[in-house]
């Protein structure tokens, strides 16, 4: 009913209450099922640091049926395997990185933009920083921030310069004309802002996979993996197009992300410092 609903609404670039019943409902249901689950795995191996609660091992999750071969023939890293979710919270492994990686910044006093916002770290950033949260379907984030604007992420209708930090986490995936997004994100981002942009990617690909014509969910799961994807980039490229719009690009290796690991981040994800460079 829910997935129903979504199919046709979403291409409709419309929303109605009932989703975030149906998604609110599902979540609670999930949560309390983990909790019980997983209380036997209570103890010492990871810890969330959304909530703090720690577990020999977190909550997997596999891609469906439908979605496993494009994920699986291009190796892409698209946050699933093992102790993807807490099983107190149910963050998930792509929030406790971006967390991670915040915590270790100064946002105090810093204006922040975070599209589609992700509860984890909206609620992080909140208790730190002005945040202005939007999305091109704001009803579906109204649970999250109830004052989340209407915006499409190619045409802001911010000022320039206007922000310390956007924050737009596994979005640019499903965004038609992705350089445009990133050229706005650039545009209202203050100089010497950043930018956290992660995206599913794949390091065995040469080419990004996308083809503007193909708008057909199943043809969409069947080649990136995703039903509302619209390409599976590959690791290389995507750094170029964050350089090409003026971004200062440093790719961090998950090697050299040991220190989070105890937080459960996804094994072979790689973080992307993206800084806006000052110009002289
Ligand atoms: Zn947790």
Do not use: W
Not at 69 to 80: R, W
């Amino acid at each position: 009913m829910k997935e129903t609903l979504k199919n046709i609404l979403k291409p409709l670039r419309l929303y109605h209450p009932l989703q975030s019943f149906y998604r609110d409902a599902v979540f609670d249901f999930q949560l309390k099922r983990n909790r019980k689950k997983y209380l036997q795995f209570k103890g010492s191996g990871f810890t969330c640091n959304v909530c703090n609660a720690s577990y020999q091992k977190f909550v997997p999750d596999y891609p469906t049926e439908e979605n496993r071969q494009a994920i699986e023939k291009n190796q892409v890293v698209a946050g699933y395997g093992e102790n993807i979710f807490c099983p107190n919270c149910m963050s998930t492994a792509r929030e406790r990185l971006v967390i991670a990686k915040l915590s270790t910044l100064n946002l105090k006093g810093k204006n922040i933009l975070h599209l589609s916002p992700e509860k984890n770290i909206y609620h992080f950033i909140k208790e730190r920083a002005t945040v202005t949260t939007a999305d091109l379907l704001p009803g579906f984030y109204k649970t999250i921030d109830g004052l989340v604007q209407k915006q499409d992420a190619t045409h802001f209708s911010f000022t320039n310069d206007c922000f310390d930090m956007v924050i737009a986490n596994h979005i640019l995936e499903h965004i038609p004309d992705d350089r445009k997004a990133l050229l706005e994100i650039f545009r209202v981002l203050k100089p010497n802002g950043n930018a956290v942009l992660q995206v599913p990617y794949s390091e065995k690909i040469e080419k990004t996979i996308e083809d503007p014509f193909i708008k057909d969910p199943s043809k969409q799961s069947y080649l990136y993996g995703q039903k509302d994807h619209v390409r599976i980039y590959a690791l290389h490229d995507y750094l170029s197009r964050l350089e090409e719009v003026g971004f200062k690009v440093e790719l961090i290796p998950y090697s050299e992300l040991k220190q989070y690991y105890t937080y459960a981040i996804q094994p072979s994800e790689c973080f992307i410092n993206i800084i806006k460079p000052t110009t002289v």
